[in-house]
Every structure is written in structure tokens, then in C-alpha cells.
């Protein structure tokens, strides 16, 4: 984000406050109406707002001494990755919820802020310490970092997907060419034996795509998905596919006691996430005048877009508005998608992910994205890892993964020219 400037060419927009939904009834204890937004009593649920970091949790009076000293406690052994290794080898696998309880005396209910902020769409009992940690580790060093009191944006127009084109724009500037709808049919890979290399051809792989059309590669790059089956590593021939269910529903309320200014002085923040129990949402305002809820659940039932309904009148019925908002509009559907084992990656594990025999064959296998509610940098790691492999012989070219040039600059250089 910061030091690849795509930032330059696109815009995006500040995400606030993080809630979770307690199912308990709230009243004056560890709630109380100040720190949270009581449902109706036929729902008996509370939003609260999860603490953004130390200073946070000091200011939340609901949170007993006992339990602010086993969060900083925490919160501190986080914010050090040198103590992952120490850490990770004996809890690494384990429930993330286990190792709160025993090793931090948490109590389910000073648990689940911290399992919210993991963004898992796992079940907190199936989200591990290796994953956990380094997510809030993230959280927590984010926090500043794109302006005051907040540590997440999302682009304003496109989704995610517009830092792919910039990359793409990029490419083609560099001389990329992009062929649509063209996928790989079959890859005939060099022989073994071929080592000449003053013969260049000898190492090319023969690329046969969708519609006829054959070309010659030095390097063949792609998800599972992508690629032919008899070129993948025996590992990622056969995976689980797991079914997200999303639900994206218009509301007749902007939902504002959602979007609290991040910090003093600073703007309201344009997105919120919410998480409950199987569930989470981001929304997004629009104009003042309603709000737009992405929301999605793994659960794995036949009637989860209808789960999703009853979460969004739970949310609805919590934020405390007369009257209560309503849907408007929405749109569900079901996204299946390849299962990623939940793993801590470190760029070393990353990049001797890669055998010796792939990287001779000239076919390098991306890692299949998570399911995660965020762009991971584990996605990163990994597309550099291969770019690495790629640009070893060009230490410049090497140096250069994710640096955008700016495009005003190229347009003078060209006029220059």
C-alpha cells in the first residue's frame, strides 16, 4: 500500500470502528449502554465496540483490572513477532481460544473481542494460534499508519480487485500483452536432458490455449485452478472446496451510531465491520441516506442465505433506531472456492515452497487465496517469492516488485522521447 504507491492511482477510504455482537443481555456489568447498543428484549444481544488497541482498553470501563492486565499482557506478547517462535512451536496449531484461557486466564466473553479481530472465517475453535497471532499483530501496527485512528481502508470504486490493475496497467506500459478468455488447454514441458543453454528453445515449455493457439514459455504461472492437472505437484491435484454463502442487502438507514468519527477532528470513516457468531458484515454508508451490508457465513447449511437474513434483522435490531431500518434490496449467492490449510507463512517458508524440479520445468504454482475478509500478505509473499525465482538473473528487475511509476511520469518521459 505505502510503499508501492498505488495509493497514487487510486483512492480509497478510511474503515472505523470494529463491533461484535454479545449474545448476553449487556445491562450495567462488563457492557452497559456506553460501551455498546442494546438490541430489543426479544433479541437480548448488544453491539460492542471492540478496543483498537492500549489505550483503548484502559479507556473501557467495562473491562475489570483483572482482565486489562491479562489483555496488555497479551496485547504486548502480539505486538512482538520475536517471540512467535517461541510461542508457535508448542501453540502453533492449537485452538487460538485454548491458548487465551490457559495461558492468559480470558474468559470466553474477553476472548471473542480478540478472535473478532482475526477476521477468521473459521469457527473460533478451528482458528489456530499460528493464524491468529500475526493478524493481530497486523491490527495492532496498523493502527496510524493511513491516518489517525484507523488501520484498514478499501479502495472507493471496484473492490480489491483495482489493485490488480494497477499492477496490470503497469505491465502493459512495460510491454505485458493480455490475452482474455484464452485459457491453458495442455503444456508439453522440455525434456530433462535439454541443458544447452546457447539453444534458448531448448528450455521453453509448448503452451497450447483455449481456441488453437500455441506459444512457447520460458515460465508458466498460475493458481491450481489455472493450470492443467498433470503439472501440479501431487499436494494441490486434490483439494476441498468449501462454500461461502454472501449476502448483500441495501438498508433504509445510513446506520450512523455505527460510524464514529475514528479520532478527534477526524473524518467520519466511509465502511465498519461486524462480527457475529458464524457471521461477519462490512458496511458501508452511501450518501447519508441508507447503507449497503456485505455480509457472509462458511456455515455449512442449506439455509444459510436465510441465516444471513435473520443476522442482518439481529444487527438491525440492535443499532437502536425508531423506526427500525429495513432491507430495501438484496442479493445472496454461494461462492465455492479451493480450502487453504490456515498456516503461519514466513517469506523463508514461502519461497522453498517451490522444489527444485518446478523451478527447472519453468512451472511456478501460486498458493490459492484464503478466504479471508482482507487482502492477506501472505498473497503478496507469495507472487514474490515467484517474481524472485523469475528475475534472478536481472538484479534491478529483482528490486522492483510492486514499485508502480507514476504514470505522469511516464506520459513526460514519452513526450520527451
Known amino acids: 500500500m505505502v510503499s508501492s504507491k498505488v495509493y497514487r492511482q487510486l483512492e480509497f477510504l478510511a474503515v472505523g470502528s470494529c463491533w461484535i455482537y454479545d449474545k448476553e443481555e449487556g445491562g450495567q456489568g462488563e457492557t452497559g449502554e456506553a460501551h455498546g447498543m442494546r438490541a430489543s428484549e426479544e433479541q437480548r444481544g448488544t453491539l460492542r465496540r471492540i478496543p483498537g488497541g492500549r489505550e483503548d482498553v484502559f479507556a473501557d470501563k ?8 491479562s489483555l496488555m499482557k497479551f496485547l504486548k506478547l502480539a505486538a512482538d513477532p520475536a517471540a512467535y517462535p517461541i510461542v508457535l512451536p508448542e501453540w502453533g496449531p492449537r485452538p487460538f481460544e485454548e491458548y487465551l484461557g490457559s495461558q492468559f486466564k480470558m474468559s470466553p466473553r474477553l476472548q471473542a473481542p480478540l478472535l473478532a479481530l482475526t477476521l477468521s472465517t473459521d469457527p473460533s475453535n478451528q482458528t489456530t494460534v499460528a493464524y491468529a ?4 499483530h497486523r491490527h495492532l501496527t496498523s493502527i496510524g499508519l493511513f491516518g489517525p485512528g484507523f488501520g484498514a481502508v478499501l479502495p472507493k470504486w471496484g473492490g480489491l480487485a483495482e489493485i490488480a490493475q494497477v499492477a496490470c496497467r503497469a505491465g502493459a506500459v512495460g510491454g ?6 484464452k485459457g491453458i488447454e495442455s503444456v508439453k514441458q522440455p525434456s530433462h536432458g535439454s541443458t544447452n543453454t546457447e539453444d534458448a528453445e531448448s528450455i521453453l515449455s509448448v503452451v497450447s490455449l483455449r481456441g488453437g493457439d500455441v506459444v512457447k514459455a520460458r515460465w508458466i504461472i498460475g493458481t491450481p485452478a489455472a493450470l492443467p492437472n498433470d503439472t501440479l505437484p501431487d499436494a494441490q491435484k486434490q483439494s476441498i472446496i468449501v462454500e461461502v454463502t454472501h449476502l448483500t442487502a441495501i438498508i433504509s438507514s445510513p446506520l450512523n451510531a455505527l460510524f464514529p468519527p475514528p479520532a ?7 465502511g465498519v465491520v461486524v462480527i457475529m457468531p458464524s457471521t461477519s458484515f462490512d458496511i458501508q454508508t452511501s450518501l447519508g441516506i441508507s447503507s449497503i451490508i456485505y455480509t457472509s457465513t462458511t456455515l455449512d447449511h442449506s439455509s444459510a442465505s436465510l441465516l444471513l437474513e435473520s443476522a442482518i434483522d439481529t444487527l438491525l435490531s440492535s443499532v437502536n433506531e425508531q423506526p427500525k431500518p429495513k432491507i430495501l434490496w438484496s442479493l445472496s449467492y454461494t461462492q465455492q472456492h479451493p480450502a487453504t490449510p490456515p498456516s503461519f507463512i514466513t517469506s523463508n517458508e514461502v519461497s522453498s515452497s517451490q522444489t527444485p524440479s518446478d523451478q527447472q520445468s519453468g512451472i511456478l504454482v501460486l498458493r490459492n487465496l484464503d478466504l479471508s475478509l482482507v487482502l492477506e500478505d501472505d498473497v ?15 538484479g534491478d528487475e529483482r528490486c522492483s516488485f510492486m514499485q508502480f511509476v507514476d504514470r505522469e511520469d511516464i506520459g513526460e518521459d514519452e513526450g520527451d522521447a
Do not use: C, H
Request: net charge positive; aromatic share 4%; hydrophobic share 40%.
Open 62 to 69: 467495562s473491562i475489570d483490572l483483572r482482565s486489562t492486565r
Open 133 to 136: 497471532l500475526p493478524r493481530i
Open 176 to 181: 505485458g500483452v493480455y490475452v482474455l478468455k
Open 264 to 270: 478527534e477532528g477526524s473524518t467520519p470513516p466511509a
Open 380 to 394: 503478496l509473499r507469495d507472487v514474490r517469492a515467484k517474481w524472485e525465482l523469475v528475475t534472478a538473473d536481472d
